[in-house]
């Protein structure tokens, strides 16, 4: 049972470990840890030069050490000094022994820090290629994040998230628009009934008068009455005025 249950939480913390993985942030750590490492391999390189510049210089004053007891032990012989000498002589030969022997480390002290250099270049170009496809995954990785958010925006679109905010905006502008053009409707019907009464009656009049034009044309229409004028007889019962010299007589 404990190993069993041990199991399960292992599985949900590899389960949790993974969903927190983001391979971007990976890769940036990846690339900050690949470029830390290039100043401990510097470092590394330049002990090993280091020591090949050591005994370069031991190996050159070992060289000057064993020439100057070369002059030396002629110098003695010359004065007679043949027990000077010999201890001379051991002299030189240990400096010569310790010469060989720093001769011996210099060459390896230089095959170290040839293939030390020449590892430096190496990691240092594997690091680049490596790096540019850290970079290369890094934009995959950016591309597919977006291609996520870009997704998640369609699927709220299909699924109803937003277009149901435009699709009851819209039913609610119709339905205002429906409400005003009827309210308008309302408003305006007596204006429009007596507009429509007018032109009707405006309409008929202009049929009326028209119609009475063609008939004055063709002379369908009873010619006006002129009012008859008093006969002679009538017109001399019609008392006559009087003169002023009647008028004077009387």
Do not use: C, H
């Not at 470029?35 to 050591?54: D, I, S």
């Not at 240990?94 to 040839?114: F, I, K, V, W």
């Amino acid at each position: 049972m404990l190993r069993r249950f041990f199991l399960v939480l292992r599985s949900w913390f590899g389960w949790l470990l993974r969903r927190s993985e983001d391979p971007e942030l990976l890769l940036r750590q990846y690339i900050d840890d690949m470029r830390a490492r290039v100043p401990k391999l510097r470092a590394a390189v330049a002990e090993v030069l280091a020591t090949e510049y050591q005994l370069e210089q031991q190996a050159e004053r070992l060289r000057k050490q064993i020439a100057d007891y070369d002059q030396q032990i002629i110098t003695a012989l010359k004065m007679g000094y043949e027990e000077e000498a010999r201890v001379l002589i051991a002299a030189k030969a240990q400096a010569e022994e310790s010469l060989q022997d720093t001769l011996e480390q210099l060459e390896t002290a230089r095959r170290a820090s040839q293939q030390a250099k020449a590892a430096l270049d190496e990691y240092q170009r594997e690091m680049e290629r490596k790096i540019a496809e850290a970079k290369r995954l890094i934009g995959q990785a950016q591309l597919a994040r977006l291609q996520e958010e870009l997704a998640q925006a369609m699927a709220a679109f299909e699924v109803g998230d937003m277009s149901d905010v435009l699709e009851r905006a819209r039913e609610k502008v119709a339905e205002r628009t429906a409400r005003a053009q009827a309210r308008l409707e309302v408003a305006t019907s007596d204006t429009n009934a007596r507009l429509r009464e007018v032109r009707r009656a405006s309409l008929q009049l202009g049929v009326e008068e028209q119609l009475a034009e063609y008939k004055r044309r063709l002379g369908l229409t009873p010619a006006p009455q002129q009012p008859s004028l008093p006969s002679g007889d009538e017109t001399r019962q019609l008392p006559q005025p009087r003169s002023s010299e009647t008028r004077r007589k009387e």
